[in-house]
């Protein structure tokens, strides 16, 4: 079947009429009457004649609802009476369908009798849902009548049945953007609060579910209905195809349209649409989050039993029913404050939400809960209890949810569905806060080798509450854009720590968390085996017990950045800054263990001779007796390579005699396989010999399922080694990454310290990441005459940030050397 061409009925003016006036459901309806006008035309020309009676035309999905956006796809059923008719009749709908194409409509069928319409497709679960907007396009009307009102009766039979399909196919979909609405380029169709979700509530009242049809729908999800088109109309027309993810620059073009009525003084920038959207969704997902949960426990004895016995756990205060949160006496909170506290307290501790009712009250009592939280008052006690409470997470985000978080610290206002336009974060500053403190609350149970070492810490600290706090606030500073955040968020938690009187000892703890959050994952770049960076940090963080925290609460940030955010290099890097530090603040550095003279061995000897002593505390016997192994190999071969794959990845070796470019040389050939390279380490010894190695990820895992590829990457490498390859030539074919959007490009930064080593300078170079970007950089140190030392290298979405430690005629850099090699470096950065 040939490609659809592009929609003709008036695209153009449609656009321009939309842009003027906004009116999205001007748009939906004269879409679906022109394709509802062309889909009858072609039963006509071609079905018609074959089908004089027994078959008719339905219109299912968004068809059937008529929500046909720009470039929505048709969705449409074909009613036989019987299956041979459609057999016998098979190249007449071929005939029907590619016209439908070749006028420019995308369309999905499916051709069915009225008995396999009205059966439970529990493996086709999506066909017994698209009929649930189904109505009559064109055929034989007689066949239809019979089948609507059994389709009906099937319906009511399998409303149970088909509520908990649906509640299982939302589940998993939300799972897939885990949970949250505030993804920071949400998908206005499948995201959680988007139209998928209003769709579903739809689904549930046509069902008639007990329990679920009477949460279904609101007025107040109107307006979220109303944005929702609009904004899938406006990612139509400006993508000319079915592009649903509101993308950074989407959002930008946002405040520049008329959109007559709905540019409103609240509308004015990207972040106050996005703010819009987040309030709506928010409460779109709620509505369906609860039908979910309604059609779940209907029917289910089980999980009935067991919401029974949690009604037990209600107390004086509050009513515990069908597992949700009741005031016991709602107007006792106009007296008694405070109880908004005890509630939530309440949530923490048995993980059991508060219900609708109770949110309602909640909010009427906005005026009342604001005043007296603004006043200063001891309600540290009763706060530190909450977060120390087994579910705090949840407390938190019904608090959020109800409001009363900004009620009870109001510095948390300016980053509810803050959008910090970043594209390696994938949520808003208050999501990510409070996926932080889920990660640290999930880090209790987990049990995987890498992680179980952060866990054994969690459970040495001495109040989690002190953690837990500081994640909140870690943050907040980003809302007030206002210089560096980390400064701005300790200012805003002292004075909230100040208002609900936080005694000293824990108000220090907490201020220096916040103020030092950044110093540990800083550090992550840094040569953590030169005893400077590890005297460095031993002297910002001060104690063990500072040290404990500080390292938790890096492992809860980072984990919330993005789902693959602390990945195993990253998760293996901050224990090693972990231990690097303990070991200065103990005493117990490495450096004090290195002195010894090597093994007597002449080759030994003469291998390691000239090596810098920092080689001897990096590796392992083991490993050096692998590189000795290697240089007997190089000796006779002239250059020896060993690649091995490692939990963190893949460990590259190399043993070659000095020359130039040969570091950018190996960097450039590993690129052009494809290979992102985490580490990379370069030492010399006084006999010229190299010894480069080279920690890299296979991303596609390319050498895993290929394993031919290994030696061909092995063969690559030596010939490029031996000058026998050019680079150039191999990177000339690489596919270039996708870019940031354009108005997240990244500018060259490069700075230089001489006082972070003492033996070398370190150059840290931020740049727009691509397929050969170490390559350029390091022929630019060696262009420069800089011998390579150490690379620490990473990468954060298109962000790649590289750290080199280099020398010159074995001194540090001179300044007069520092601005050529920045203009070298600058031009390497952009690809000049």
Not at 476 to 486: D, F
């Amino acid at each position: 079947m040939t490609a659809a061409k592009p929609p003709s009925e008036g695209v153009d003016q449609a656009r321009q009429a939309f842009l003027e006036s906004g009116d999205a459901l001007a748009v939906l309806e004269q879409r679906s009457r022109a394709v509802e006008d062309r889909v009858i035309g072609a039963w006509m020309d071609h079905l018609a004649p074959a089908f004089p009676a027994g078959a008719a035309l339905l219109a299912v999905g968004g068809f059937g609802r008529r929500e046909l956006f720009p470039y929505s796809d048709i969705d449409v059923c074909i009613l036989v009476d019987h299956e041979r008719a459609a057999v016998a009749n098979k190249s007449v709908i071929a005939d029907f369908l590619q016209a439908l194409w070749d006028s420019g409509l995308r369309v999905s069928h499916s051709v069915r009798t009225p008995a396999e319409c009205c059966e439970l497709h529990d493996h086709n679960i999506e066909l017994n849902i698209s009929l649930l907007d189904q109505r009559l396009l064109a055929g034989d009307g007689e066949i239809y009548g019979r089948f609507e009102p059994r389709l009906r009766k099937f319906f009511e039979n399998q409303r149970l049945n088909l509520a908990r399909h649906l509640s299982k196919l939302g589940r998993s979909r939300h799972g897939q953007y885990h949970n949250t609405i505030y993804h920071l380029e949400p998908n206005l169709k499948e995201g959680p609060g988007g139209l998928r979700d209003l769709h579903l509530l739809g689904w549930f009242r046509t069902l008639a579910t007990p329990g679920a049809s009477d949460v279904v729908w609101s007025e107040l999800l109107d307006p979220g209905r109303d944005l929702l088109f609009l904004l899938r109309c406006f990612l139509h027309y400006r993508f000319g195809r079915d592009n649903n993810v509101l993308s950074f620059d989407a959002q930008e073009e946002l405040p520049e349209q008329s959109f007559s009525g709905h540019q409103t003084p609240e509308l004015q920038t990207p972040e106050l649409w996005m703010r819009a959207f987040y309030r709506n969704a928010r409460a779109i997902h709620g509505a369906a989050a609860r039908a979910m949960e309604a059609s779940e426990t209907k029917g289910n004895n089980l999980l009935a039993g067991f919401l029974d016995w949690r009604s037990r756990l209600s107390n004086s205060d509050f009513t515990v029913a069908r597992d949700r949160l009741y005031f016991k006496a709602p107007q006792a909170i106009a007296n008694d404050p405070e109880l908004a506290l005890r509630l939530f307290q309440f949530v923490a501790r048995h993980g059991i939400r508060p219900a609708i009712e109770t949110e309602r009250r909640l909010a009427e009592m906005e005026a009342v809960l604001r005043q007296f939280f603004s006043a200063s008052r001891p309600l540290w006690p009763a706060f530190r209890e909450l977060l120390a409470l087994p579910h705090a997470a949840m407390a938190l985000r019904a608090m959020q949810d109800t409001g009363v978080l900004r009620l009870v610290f109001p510095e948390w206002e300016s980053i509810e569905a803050c959008v910090v336009r970043d594209f390696y974060h994938r949520y808003t500053v208050d999501e990510h806060t409070l996926v932080s403190i889920e990660s640290l609350q999930e880090l209790a149970r987990r049990q995987e080798p890498g992680h179980r070492r952060f866990s054994t810490l969690l459970a040495e600290v001495e109040d989690r509450a002190i953690l837990t706090f500081a994640l909140l606030f870690h943050d907040v500073g980003k809302g007030e854009r206002t210089g560096a955040h980390s400064e701005e968020s300790t200012r805003l938690a002292v004075n909230a720590l100040d208002r609900i009187r936080t005694p000293e000892r824990h108000r220090r703890m907490i201020v220096f968390l916040i103020d030092q959050h950044l110093a540990l994952s800083s550090a992550m770049s840094r040569d953590l085996n030169d005893p400077v960076t590890a005297r460095a940090l031993a002297d910002r963080v001060g104690t063990i017990e500072a040290l404990k925290y500080l390292t938790l609460l890096t492992y809860a940030d980072i984990s919330a950045v993005n789902p693959s955010a602390l990945s195993p290099w990253r998760l293996e890097q901050l224990w090693r800054v972990y231990l690097v530090t303990q070991h200065e603040l103990t005493r117990e550095l490495q450096t004090d263990r290195i002195e010894a003279p090597p093994a007597p061995s002449s080759s030994r000897q003469s291998f390691l001779k000239g090596l810098p002593v920092r080689y001897l505390r990096t590796h392992t016997e083991d490993e050096i007796k692998l590189h000795l192994d290697l240089e007997e190999r190089r000796k006779e071969a002239e250059v020896a390579l060993d690649v091995r794959k490692t939990e963190a990845g893949y460990l590259l070796t190399v043993l070659a005699k000095d020359r130039m470019y040969l570091f950018s040389s190996v960097a450039g050939a590993l690129s052009s396989f494809g290979m992102n390279i985490l580490k990379a380490e370069a030492f010399a010894n006084q006999q010229g010999t190299i010894l480069d190695t080279f920690l890299f990820e296979d991303p596609v895992r390319t050498l895993e399922l290929n394993p031919t590829e290994a030696d061909r990457l092995q063969l690559t490498l030596e010939r490029v080694i031996l000058g026998r390859m050019q680079v150039k030539e191999l990177l000339r074919n690489r596919p270039k990454p996708s870019p940031p959007s354009k108005r997240s490009g990244i500018e060259p930064r490069i700075a230089f310290d001489n006082s972070a080593s003492d033996t070398a300078t370190l150059v840290e170079i931020i740049a727009e990441d691509r397929p050969g970007l170490l390559y350029d950089i390091a022929s630019a140190f060696s262009g420069a005459g800089c011998n390579i030392e150490l690379v620490l290298v990473d990468t954060e979405a298109h962000k790649a940030m590289d750290v080199f430690y280099v020398s010159m005629n074995g001194r540090k850099l001179a300044e007069q050397a520092m601005m050529p090699l920045r203009r070298a470096l600058e031009a390497a950065c952009r690809g000049a």
